[in-house]
Every structure is written in structure tokens, then in C-alpha cells.
């Protein structure tokens, strides 16, 4: 028996590095919000101390069952108050470093869940 993986339809991450995703042929400098279903959006901050309660009120509204938060080059967590909107949506999320969610991401997208990927691209420092 030959096993093939099934085409998904999702959008992909082809690629990563400092400050860059690469989503089919077309790389992306800034935080992003990328969803499976083809959601793409410009995520303003341009690095994890510009993010607000706001930033996480803003994932509370999208149709998802699972958001998964890079937090740029290394792993750090929201305060749990910025949670809350999540959280009364039953919504979940789960927080790694942004190399880590990109994989994470695609694994999950590839499987045809209904997930978001919430992208903290920080520019490198020269």
C-alpha cells in the first residue's frame, strides 16, 4: 500500500526566518494573522511590548477553534487578564515562540482544523 498525503487547501508557510514568513510565493515583514480558511491580515505591533488587551479582543472575533500565538524570537506569555475575550468565547490559545507556532500552524492547518495563527514578526536588531 503507497500512503500520499492529501492536498490541503489551506494557506501554507513555506518558509521563516528573522523577521520574515513566507506564505506561498510571497514573503511577509510584518506581524500577520493568518487563518486556514484564507484570512490574512496585518497585525500591528512590531514586536511582543507593543501588543495591547486589544491585539487579543481583536483574535476574540475571528471564527476559530484554536489561536496559536507566536510571540516573536523567544517564548513569552499575555497577561491572563488579556485573555478574558478568549476565554468567553471558549476559545483556545496557546502561546511559543514564532518558528515554533509557524510549524505548529501548518500542522494543524494541513489537517484541515479551523486554526489561526497570530504572528509577532520582530524586526532584527542590526
Known amino acids: 500500500m503507497k500512503f500520499q498525503p492529501e492536498p490541503s487547501s ?3 508557510i513555506r518558509a521563516y526566518g ?11 515583514t510584518t ?6 480558511g484564507g484570512l490574512r491580515m496585518v497585525w ?3 514586536r511582543f511590548e507593543d501588543l495591547t488587551p486589544d491585539h487579543f479582543a481583536q483574535l476574540a472575533t475571528l471564527e ?3 489561536i ?7 517564548n513569552r506569555f499575555p497577561p491572563p487578564a488579556w485573555l478574558q475575550p478568549l476565554m468567553a468565547r471558549r476559545m483556545g490559545l496557546e502561546t511559543m515562540d514564532t518558528p515554533a507556532a509557524c510549524r505548529t500552524y ?5 489537517e484541515g482544523r479551523n486554526v ?4 509577532v514578526l520582530e524586526t532584527p536588531v542590526a
Not at 18 to 28: C, L, S, T
Open 10 to 12: 489551506a494557506q501554507t
Open 18 to 28: 528573522p523577521g520574515w514568513i513566507g506564505i506561498d510565493a510571497e514573503k511577509i
Open 31 to 36: 506581524s500577520i494573522i493568518l487563518g486556514s
Open 44 to 46: 500591528p505591533c512590531a
Open 64 to 66: 476559530a477553534e484554536l
Open 68 to 74: 496559536i500565538f507566536g510571540s516573536g524570537v523567544r
Open 106 to 110: 501548518n500542522i494543524l492547518a494541513s
Open 116 to 119: 489561526v495563527a497570530a504572528l
